[in-house]
């Protein structure tokens, strides 16, 4: 899953995708890359993201790109129903929600549809969800609220061959809490759905390495890797590639 963040405030590219050209020509790259998916997002869900954009200057950003992109697989990466419904008329692919479903009527609007369904694990809420993250046993936790959740979309009559779920690294986390997750990847692999996995140049990557954004791409692909030997289904990344490259010797390794 190649990303492509319409938004000025990104915490990797915000800016220089704001522009809809812009942003179709780099979901294009991206495909010719290797990617198999695109993620649009127009919100930032960065650490401390200021206040929530509106829905309608979420699909203000958001509806050139996907008018542009029409012939390509998208997923749509918002938690507001209203550019839920809108993303899903234009035929987005997949809906991937941080926030898992949990608006009211986010079931609905995907019920309404055939469409995918990635489900994020996160604690608290962009604004200040870095503060103070606090878990008893993080696994545990994470896997409760992602079955929990997984229930309550299947109970909508969403087909469970439609759900994707993430333990959503970095979304109210510790470096320590997020390496947790990775160790015990291969936990999530084994509920029964595919799993994503978004370290793409996360400040965990940047408390390990000492590197800011920019310069995180060989741990980027490092932890791609492992959630990708543990079972991730998908990598959310912005650099696919490098990525790509990296996931070439992976199979050639097990394929022989
Ligand atoms: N990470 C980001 C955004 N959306 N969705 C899923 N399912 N999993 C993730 O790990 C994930 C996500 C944050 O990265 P990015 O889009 O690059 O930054 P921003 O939120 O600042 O736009």
Same mark, same amino acid.
Not at 36 to 55: F, K, T
Not at 139 to 162: H, M, N, P, Y
């Given at each position: 899953?190649?990303?492509?963040? #319409?938004? *000025?405030?990104?915490?990797?590219?915000? &800016?220089?995708?704001?522009?809809?050209? /812009?942003?179709?020509?780099?979901?294009?790259?991206?495909?010719?890359?290797?990617?198999?998916?695109?993620?649009?997002?127009?919100?930032?869900?960065?650490?401390?993201?200021?206040?929530?954009?509106?829905?309608?200057?979420?699909?203000?950003?958001?509806?050139?790109?996907?008018?542009?992109?029409?012939?390509?697989?998208?997923?749509?990466?918002?938690?507001? *129903?209203?550019?839920?419904?809108?993303?899903?008329?234009?035929? /987005?692919?997949? #809906?991937?929600?941080?926030?898992?479903?949990?608006?009211?009527? %986010?079931? %609905?609007?995907?019920?309404?549809?055939?469409?995918?369904?990635?489900?994020?694990?996160?604690?608290?809420?962009? &604004?200040?969800?870095?503060?103070? *993250?606090?878990?008893?046993?993080?696994?545990?936790?994470?896997?409760?609220?992602?079955?929990?959740?997984?229930?309550?979309?299947?109970?909508?009559? #969403?087909?469970?061959?439609?759900?994707?779920?993430?333990?959503?690294?970095?979304?109210?986390?510790?470096?320590?809490?997020?390496?947790?997750?990775?160790?015990?990847?291969?936990?999530?692999?084994?509920?029964?759905? *595919?799993?994503?996995?978004?370290?793409?140049?996360?400040?965990?990557? &940047?408390?390990?390495?000492?590197?800011?954004?920019?310069?995180?791409?060989?741990?980027?692909?490092?932890?791609?890797? #492992?959630?990708?030997?543990?079972? /991730?289904?998908?990598?959310?990344?912005?650099?696919?590639?490098?990525?790509?490259?990296?996931?070439?010797?992976?199979?050639?390794?097990?394929?022989?």
């Amino acid at each position: 899953m190649g990303v492509v963040n #319409i938004t *000025p405030d990104s915490f990797s590219d915000g &800016g220089r995708f704001l522009d809809p050209a /812009a942003a179709i020509a780099h979901a294009h790259r991206l495909m010719e890359e290797g990617a198999d998916l695109i993620d649009l997002g127009a919100e930032s869900s960065r650490p401390g993201a200021a206040a929530e954009v509106s829905a309608e200057e979420e699909l203000r950003r958001l509806l050139p790109v996907l008018q542009g992109l029409r012939d390509l697989p998208l997923s749509v990466d918002t938690v507001k *129903p209203e550019v839920m419904r809108v993303a899903l008329a234009e035929g /987005a692919a997949m #809906i991937n929600d941080i926030n898992a479903l949990r608006a009211p009527s %986010a079931l %609905a609007a995907l019920a309404a549809s055939d469409a995918a369904v990635c489900l994020m694990h996160m604690q608290g809420s962009p &604004g200040t969800m870095q503060q103070d *993250p606090s878990y008893g046993d993080v696994v545990a936790e994470v896997k409760a609220f992602l079955l929990e959740r997984i229930g309550s979309v299947v109970a909508t009559g #969403i087909a469970l061959e439609r759900v994707v779920v993430d333990p959503g690294f970095g979304f109210g986390k510790t470096l320590e809490h997020n390496l947790e997750l990775l160790r015990h990847f291969g936990e999530f692999a084994a509920l029964g759905v *595919p799993v994503l996995a978004g370290w793409s140049r996360k400040s965990s990557l &940047g408390k390990i390495t000492g590197k800011p954004a920019g310069e995180r791409l060989a741990a980027s692909i490092a932890a791609a890797l #492992i959630a990708a030997q543990n079972g /991730a289904a998908i990598l959310r990344v912005h650099d696919v590639a490098a990525t790509r490259d990296a996931l070439a010797v992976l199979a050639a390794v097990k394929n022989t």
